[in-house]
């Protein structure tokens, strides 16, 4: 099961929940509250290796002989 953010938005808490993903209630705050959003953030992606971008160095097309 996937971990989500959260935050109150009583109290300005964030905590982090695992939760299916057929869930579909709102967890509640450490605090007591009942108002919490879900908090997106962006996937870690990590390029490693040559031939990403159209500027890196190819290896050349082998001339004709």
């Known amino acids: 099961m996937p971990l989500y953010a959260f ?3 009583a109290c ?3 905590f982090d929940r695992i939760k299916s993903l057929s ?4 967890p509640e705050c450490p605090n ?7 908090v997106y953030s962006p996937p870690t992606v990590i390029f490693k ?6 500027t890196d160095n190819r290896r ?4 004709e002989a």
């Open 12 to 14: 300005g808490a964030r």
């Open 7 to 9: 935050e109150c938005t």
């Open 32 to 38: 007591g509250h009942r108002a919490t959003r879900r």
């Open 49 to 54: 290796g040559a031939g990403f971008y159209s």
């Open 23 to 26: 869930d579909a209630s709102a």
């Open 60 to 63: 050349g097309k082998k001339p």
